[in-house]
T-cell receptor
Framework: GAVVSQHPSWVICKSGTSVKIECRSL??????MFWYRQFPKQSLMLMAT?????????EQGVEKDKFLINHASLTLSTLTVTSAHPEDSSFYIC?????????????FGPGTRLTVL | LAKTTQPISMDSYEGQEVNITCSHN???????ITWYQQFPSQGPRFIIQ???TKVTNEVASLFIPADRKSSTLSLPRVSLSDTAVYYC?????????????FGTGTRLKVLA
């Protein structure tokens, strides 16, 4: 149990376009999901916390109007990179926390590689 | 949030035991210590979690001294496939929206 998927696994887009990345918890419900960004040879950087049915909480320095997060159901959160630019090229990873879990364990998705030309 | 410090990188040879130490001087009384493994272009994978003394599973062992200000992840007889980045985190047991803050991690390279 506790499988998290992401779609797509990789995407290439032109500068100025928008890209949507989906994060799904396949066999559990998640009231809270997290979005991370990882540049080559660097650690994971938390971008935002996504709560089902409410607005996401963004980390300092992350533009909420550029990285739109929607957590519309207990199994799906989406991250939309709007007006993407080459500097947005990165590896985006989501994680999910089991609903009513007694532990602070996060289950991570496989990641999405975004390349902006 | 407890900050963790790990060596940036380590090299080892196949068949050796690898010990990666993590410092967490400001760990809170109820915090757990959790280790994740990450392969290139993949999401992190949970390895092991512990509170004190020693925890062992089929993959690794985790040693935590009495003061809990550090912990050591031990990988027995590593193979080439254990080449990855290993992250140590300290996490409270329960919290509504606790955020994982990843440190630098330790880049382990296993040589033939």
């Amino acid at each position: 149990g506790a499988v998290v998927s992401q779609h797509p696994s990789w995407v290439i887009c032109k500068s100025g376009t928008s890209v949507k990345i989906e994060c799904r918890s396949l066999d559990f419900q998640a009231t809270t999901m997290f979005w991370y960004r990882q540049f080559p040879k660097q650690s994971l950087m938390l971008m935002a916390t996504s709560n089902e049915g409410s607005k996401a909480t963004y980390e300092q320095g992350v533009e909420k109007d550029k990285f739109l997060i929607n957590h519309a159901s207990l199994t799906l959160s989406t991250l939309t990179v709007t007006s993407a630019h080459p500097e947005d090229s990165s590896f985006y990873i989501c994680s999910a926390r089991k609903m009513a879990s007694g532990y602070n364990e996060q289950f991570f998705g496989p990641g999405t590689r975004l390349t902006v030309l | 949030l407890a900050k963790t410090t790990q060596p940036i990188s380590m090299d080892s040879y196949e068949g050796q035991e690898v010990n990666i130490t993590c410092s967490h001087n400001n760990i809170a009384t109820n915090d757990y210590i959790t280790w994740y493994q990450q392969f290139p272009s993949q999401g992190p994978r949970f390895i092991i979690q512990g509170y004190k003394t020693k925890v062992t599973n089929e993959v690794a062992s985790l040693f935590i001294p009495a003061d809990r200000k550090s912990s050591t992840l031990s990988l027995p007889r590593v193979s080439l496939s254990d080449t990855a980045v290993y992250y140590c985190l300290v996490v409270p047991p329960t919290s509504g929206t606790y955020k994982y803050i990843f440190g630098t991690g330790t880049r382990l390279k296993v040589l033939a």
